[in-house]
C-alpha cells in the first residue's frame, strides 16, 4: 500500500491545529469548564474560530488560557494522522507544520507534537496573524494541507492544496467554490490517497 510515495519525494507543508491534533475537541473541552452554563453555538464556526461563539479578541485571551492550562497538553492528535505522518516522513518526505498559532507556543508546539509524532518534523512555523502564503512560497512546499478554507484560497496558486473537511468547517466547505486543483479530503486516509496519485503522476 503507498508503495507510490517512495516514488518522489515531496515537501510538504502540514497546517497543526484540526489537521494534526485535533484542537478543537481540546478547546471545546476547556470551554465546558470554564463556562459551563454556556451552550456552544454549532453555528458560531460560521463567524469565529474554533466554533464556540466567541468574538476573536475574547478568543485570543481564552486561547492562552487553554494553551496555559493541562487541557492543551491532553490535545490528541487527529485520527489516522500519526500512522500516516510516520509514513510519509519514512517515505523520505520532508514535513514542516505551518500553523497560524501564536509565537509564544512554539516551544510547548515543538513538544507537544514530538510527543505524538516523534521526530519527524524539520520545521514548526508559528505566524501569529501572518498569511501562510509567504511561508508556503519560501519552504517550496509542494503539498499543502489545511483545513481552513481561507488559506487554501491563499495558497493554492503556489502549492499543490489539500483541503481537509471536518464537522467543523462542513458547512463553509459546502458554501465555497474550490478552486481547481485542490483536493477534498475527509480525513487522513483521503490525505494519504491523494498524495500517492499526486506522486503516481509526476
Ligand atoms: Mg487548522
Known amino acids: 500500500m503507498h508503495k507510490n510515495l517512495r516514488t518522489k519525494k515531496l515537501r510538504i507543508a502540514l497546517d497543526c491545529d484540526d489537521v494534526l491534533l485535533d484542537t478543537y475537541a481540546s478547546l471545546q473541552q476547556f470551554y465546558k469548564i470554564q463556562y459551563p452554563m454556556h451552550i456552544i453555538n454549532p453555528d458560531a464556526h460560521l463567524k469565529t474560530w474554533p466554533a464556540i461563539g466567541m468574538e476573536r479578541v475574547k478568543f485570543i485571551d481564552f486561547f492562552e488560557q487553554w494553551s496555559n492550562s493541562p487541557y492543551y497538553l491532553r490535545t490528541m492528535p487527529l485520527d489516522g494522522a500519526i500512522d500516516a505522518v510516520r509514513q510519509l516522513y519514512q517515505s523520505g518526505h520532508t514535513l514542516y507544520v505551518v500553523s497560524h498559532s501564536f509565537s509564544y507556543l512554539l516551544e510547548r508546539r515543538w513538544g507537544h507534537l514530538r510527543n505524538w509524532f516523534g521526530d519527524v518534523f524539520t520545521d514548526v512555523i508559528l505566524l501569529d496573524g501572518?498569511?501562510?502564503?509567504?511561508?508556503?512560497?519560501?519552504?517550496?512546499?509542494?503539498?499543502?494541507?489545511?483545513?481552513?478554507?481561507?488559506?487554501?484560497?491563499?495558497?493554492?496558486?503556489?502549492?499543490?492544496?489539500?483541503?481537509?473537511?471536518?464537522?467543523?468547517?462542513?458547512?463553509?466547505?459546502?458554501?465555497?467554490?474550490?478552486?481547481?486543483?485542490?483536493?477534498?479530503?475527509?480525513?487522513?486516509?483521503d490525505v494519504m490517497s491523494v498524495i500517492s496519485n499526486k506522486n503516481r503522476c509526476h
Open 130 to 189: 501572518n498569511s501562510k502564503r509567504d511561508t508556503i512560497k519560501q519552504i517550496r512546499s509542494d503539498v499543502f494541507v489545511d483545513d481552513c478554507i481561507r488559506n487554501i484560497l491563499d495558497c493554492h496558486d503556489v502549492t499543490s492544496c489539500i483541503a481537509m473537511q471536518n464537522k467543523i468547517n462542513r458547512q463553509i466547505f459546502i458554501q465555497t467554490p474550490m478552486p481547481d486543483g485542490v483536493f477534498i479530503a475527509r480525513g487522513w486516509p
